[in-house]
């Protein structure tokens, strides 16, 4: 690992102005580190923002629940609120990597990465999130661009992510058998106008599948989708899964989330 | 006083190892150290055109940089095979050199060109990334079934192939098989495996130039082994001027056994730059450069009479060695593989030949099992299929052909002493509820989940290596063991043995059985392993030999003890040596019932004359002191034997395999210790089941690997595995005196067919090579609804 300068920020704006193109935060770190370790990044600065009070914490109203964006895994996997409000979100949570990976890793480290295989993305587009930054709010589908890709601008912090409490709702995560990311992850949520069937893993970006979400919203039963055949032509395909397999696995997966909503 | 074999007597270790006080390779820090990275080729094959260090050197912080030329001038020797195998036709195997250092040509990922060493860690790293290395880059032979299609990867090795070996009959086989009413054929892959220890391997090397002595703190499994050859055939120092110490070592699996290039690289260089050099591996250095494991292409057939009597068996395999032939590399796709692969069957003719070839891949030798999980595998995977085409139940089949007295002349090889087959497959089915499997069954097809049963016979040779059997096999080296147990004058035991710990609990079977044979408080005994400097010379730990061979090398040091003993005190009770008894740690003189304690004993032989000062407890001819060593060499290899069942249900539409239950009912002989058993059952089947259905390592075509991290590499978890149900038969060996067998590899050897026949019996017989990954068994589960459906 190169040398880099360690920052920690004591708000919001500090963090942004400390920022830089050869900057990153660091919330976790349970990417950032890795990807320094194995020489896959360098970076001049670290921001560590997990001291910024204004990002931590839970809160659950009549419609939503915002959480902190320093807010870690294993806080959401083990919130009450959470576990009355969405259960399923705070499953998702406990079925984040190992126990290591959730003492540290934040909501707002996952969400901000980004990654194609990573959880937290199916929850904000299923359950129609907002991303509160230091600068304005974005809506969750608007938010996650492409592959490690998303609409913050550079410095822009995320503080807080809000989640529509839905109906019903489950997580089902085909996990990869050594990382336990996800090889293909579905998010059905029901709410009160439509569902929403946010997948992850199959593609290079989390998405909400049309098809799947207009059959279920117009009969909320696993038997609408039973043997759906999905386009595998833009499908990740890997020694772990090919495309024709994530793309069975999607409906698989989609199944039996509404079967355990 | 109660006898402390065959208890749960609590690890001694484990203090140490929970309280974080092991004292492990990397903890080793010494004054005025510097750190070592190696330069490893990128390529899988490649000549070295131009090696520029010039840059390199100027980089802050750097010490030295050694390459494969400067190892080349001091003529440091190679790595090599400990075992050298004849072909078929006669002629010797063909290995090619295998510098420490690369010099001209490199053939694997990982293969190392030069040393950096600098004052600090990053400094080395950093000095690393500038030494310049000008490849030309050549096509690189990577798959094992193609490998002799391939470019010749070291020169004069034709279709790089280091030996084509037959063990076996031709002729008589091909006899049986024309008398067969049926043959049972089979293709299976052996996939290749990474072993993985806990701790990865490191070395720290200093050099004192006053006594011109070099010492070496490694991650081996053998010290002394080590030391013969890096001396022996490394040239580093003659032996006396070489001392190895394997402190704690955190797991080796077969991977800590060889002398590797950064230990011969680094002591080597610690005398050139006189300082104390230390070395730790990356995990992906571990990933790339320690052995792999397993990695046979195998065509197998089986020739049988249609009431289910084996008759012939036919075993083809072509095994990967990697790039080079290593220290097990040779004997473990030989005599350690075929006398095995008729598994606990009486055929009264069979073959296994072995084609062992060279490919641009890490090198390839003995993981936990060697030999014996392959052989293992290719039987019970016919044997299973035999039963489907036969229509016979498994288990039935599997009865009807195992031996039913012992001795058992098995038809390749081995002789085995002692077992009954039969018990432990009928205690396994009961363990294993085996006649409630059908009702399972259709419970899980009442949940649209396919469920299948899987059963395994196995035996092993292990307790390696007798040398007359060796020998007679015409394989060379014979691996006994020493022990030696020394009193202190206030009477508490050291014992030093030449086996080596890495997990075994040797520190408490090993205290055990010595506080049995002296009476002796185990509290009052010490293991002292790993160390040239202390103790004799010893093979070391491999093979599940350091109970049948190293434990037996210190029971018959301990009974030299007491025969010295019993003369001892017939000369200070005025008795004759034949009229004293011991028991319990007392000396007690049949006729009179004067007694004294081993303390006392010992106290005397050391200190004579300061209890009985009118005379010498001594007697002529003993001299003073209470020490006694033995070197064991057993008559014959122990067989430890078994049966294992699996179940597992599968989702057909996920392909998801779920090991529902796992059985293993094994006979180990005498069981020392059941805790530390069950902890080396319980290990073996977590690799085992690892192997069936989680663990892979793969190169691509251009020989780079695959799964180089924990991210693509599946490591099995604790919440992969169901409660292990564990039980045992028990029929002493007829050959060491404690009638112990080895249980360390079983686990691995049982597993991977047991849970393989399971999940190929739900898929209704369809071969799935292992690891029956998710896709491999969707795929599979959809033919099954394709020939289900044309069937209906
Ligand atoms: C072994 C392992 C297994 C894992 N398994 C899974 C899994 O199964 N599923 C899964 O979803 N994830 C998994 N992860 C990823 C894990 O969830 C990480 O926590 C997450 O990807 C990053 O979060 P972090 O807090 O560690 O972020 P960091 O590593 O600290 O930061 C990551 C990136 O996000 C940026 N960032 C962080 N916080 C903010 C913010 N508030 N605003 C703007 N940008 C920010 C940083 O600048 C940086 O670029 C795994 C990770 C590991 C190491």
Redesign the interface.
Known sequence: MKDFNYHSAKDSKEASKLASSSSAFLAGGMTTIPSMK?GLATYKDLIDIKNIKKLSGIKVSGKSVIIGAATKHVEVSNSKDIKKAIPSLSSLAEGIGDPQVRNRGTIGGSVANNDPSADYPSACIALNATIHTNERKIEAAKFFKGMFETALKKGELIEAIEFQIPEKSSYQK?P????R?AIVGVYVAKHKGDVNVAVTGAKSCVYNDKDMSKALSGNFSSSSIDGMNLDSSEMNSD????AD?RA??VV??A?KAVDAC | MASLVGSRVERKEDKRFLTGKGRYTADINLANQTYAIFVRSPHARASIKKLNIDKALKSSGVVSILTGKEIADDKIGGLIAGWAIRSEDGTEMKCPGNPPLAKDNVNFVGDPVAVVIAESLAEAKEAAEKVQVDYKVLKAVTSTADAMNGDTIHEGIDKNLCFDWLLGDRQKVKEAFDKADKVISIDIINNRLIPNAMEPRACVADYNAASEEITLYTTSQNPHLSRLIMSAFGNVAPEHKLRVVAPDVGGGFGSKINVYNEDIVCSWAAKKINRAIKWVAER?ESFLTDIHGRDHVTHAELAVTKDGKFLGFKNETIANLGAYARVFGTVTPTYLFGPCATGVYEIPAAYTNVKAVYTNTAPVDAYRGAGRPEATYTIERLVEKASMELGIDKTELRIKNFPTAFPFKQTLVHTVDSGDYVAGMEKAKQMADYKGFEARRKESEAKGKLRGIGVTSYFEACGIAPSAAVMSLGCGVGLWESAEVRFNPTGQVTVYTGSHSHGQSHQTTFAQIAADELGVPIENIDIVHGDTDKGTFGMGTYGSRSLAVGGIAIVNACKKIVEKGKRVTAKMLEANPEDVEFKDGEFIVSKSNKKKTIGEVAFACYLPGVRDEMKSPLPEGDEPGLKETSFYDPSNFSFPAGTHIAEVEIDP????VKLEKYTACDDFGRIINPMVVEGQVHGGLAQGIGQAL?ENA?YDETGQL??GS??????PRADNFPEFNIGYTCTHATTNPLGVKGCGEAGAIAAPPTVMNAVIDALGGQEVTMPA???KV?KACKNLKKSNAKAA
């Open positions: 194995l085909h990869n058998p050594a990382s990311y020694m772990h899964a090919s397999f069975s696995l698989t997966q199944k | 992906s539409e996920t392909g998801h989680y793969e695959m799964t924990y991210m693509d590499y599946t490591m990954t998710a896709e969707w």
